[in-house]
């Protein structure tokens, strides 16, 4: 487990940034999904860090959260030849897991060419497999401060 705080939006975005560059360095995971597990309350800025995450993958959309059409799809650079697409998927409006099986979560889950960030993941926990990258973002007494928490993925940050 790897605790960060962040004392600033900057901060938060700049740490999603530096993740992903950990994430493409790391040769334990390739040739395999990686899955990421987003958690935290409201305004928490779970969308920040995948905005900086996504940066750091070199895509340069501007990133908003996936509430409404629940699955994003991005295409990563050619410089990268591990991975082709990340999907940012937002769990917060589904009811039942069922209904989340209906998007072809699978499909997604089963391409070693895909990587996989999902808000809200505690609906769909049951559906994750054993080697998610889990990511808690909470608010502390500071307003503007957030601690960040990594399971079952260890980085070195700048």
């Known amino acids: 487990m790897k605790i960060l705080k962040s004392y600033s ?28 597990a987003l958690y935290g309350q409201l305004g928490a800025g779970k969308t920040l860090f995948v905005s900086g995450f996504l940066k750091g993958l070199g895509i340069k959309k501007r990133t908003t959260s996936p509430t409404f059409v629940l699955i994003k799809k991005f295409k990563i650079s050619k410089k990268n030849l591990n ?23 699978y499909e997604l889950l089963l391409n070693p060419k895909n990587i996989l960030i999902i808000e809200w993941p505690e609906k769909i926990e049951k559906l ?20 960040i928490i990594f399971q079952n993925f260890s980085f070195k940050i700048k």
């Open 83 to 105: 991975y082709n697409y990340v999907y940012h998927i937002d769990a917060y409006r589904i009811k039942n897991i069922n209904e989340f099986l209906n998007l072809d979560f």
């Open 9 to 36: 939006f900057k901060q938060t975005k700049q740490i999603g940034f530096e993740f992903a560059k950990q994430i493409l360095k790391n040769k334990n995971i390739k040739n395999k999904p990686i899955v990421i």
């Open 128 to 147: 994750l497999p054993k080697n998610t990258i889990k990511i808690k973002i909470q608010h502390t007494k500071n307003e503007n401060e957030r601690k």
